[in-house]
């Protein structure tokens, strides 16, 4: 049996949470097919961000989310923090399909304060033994308060 050489060990050791948010990421862009024609005909708040935001602002995000998982399992922390970190991925994955594919403002509206929740309990968790994972999270913590709002904006005047 062979063994994998220490220097590769902790890059593939990101692969997992490479993977884990892609799926989510690829859950929420089947989902999204028709989004760019389901937000345009919403009744927006002015601090709506124009449509083609939203991918590239995901990108990064998704790879941000990636890397402070890896960090953290790489710090040892508690594994109890990764179920929050799995749990925060699940409601990411559910918020378009809830959105953009069923119209479920409500229901999403439900899913993306869940999801604040479940973030700001992994950054609190993240920080006991990484803060570059913790504060990796920060800007999508920032970003999906944001979209909460805008979920909120967007019930009210739908």
């Known amino acids: ?14 692969l997992p949470f490479l993977a ?20 345009s005909g919403l009744d927006l708040p002015p601090f709506a961000p ?5 991918g590239p602002v995901w990108t990064v995000l998704y790879l941000g989310i990636a890397v402070s998982g ?4 790489k710090s040892g922390g508690e594994r109890r923090a990764l179920a ?3 749990a925060q991925l699940v409601l990411n994955a559910a918020w378009t399909p809830l959105f953009f ?6 229901l999403a509206l439900l899913d993306i304060v869940l999801l604040d929740i479940a973030t700001v309990v992994t950054v609190l968790y993240f920080r ?16 999906t308060l944001y979209a909460t709002a805008l ?8």
Do not use: E, K
């Open 1 to 14: 049996m062979t063994t994998i050489p220490g220097r590769l060990r902790a890059p593939l050791a990101f």
């Open 20 to 39: 884990a948010v892609a799926a989510a990421a690829l859950v929420g862009g089947l989902a999204a097919a028709d989004a760019r024609s389901v937000y």
């Open 50 to 54: 124009p449509a083609w935001l939203f």
């Open 70 to 73: 890896w960090l953290y399992r």
């Open 84 to 86: 929050w970190y799995a």
């Open 101 to 106: 594919a069923a119209g479920a403002y409500g």
């Open 128 to 143: 006991r033994s990484s803060r570059v994972a913790a504060a990796l999270l920060l800007p999508y913590l920032a970003w």
């Open 151 to 158: 979920n909120v904006a967007i019930v009210v005047l739908n």
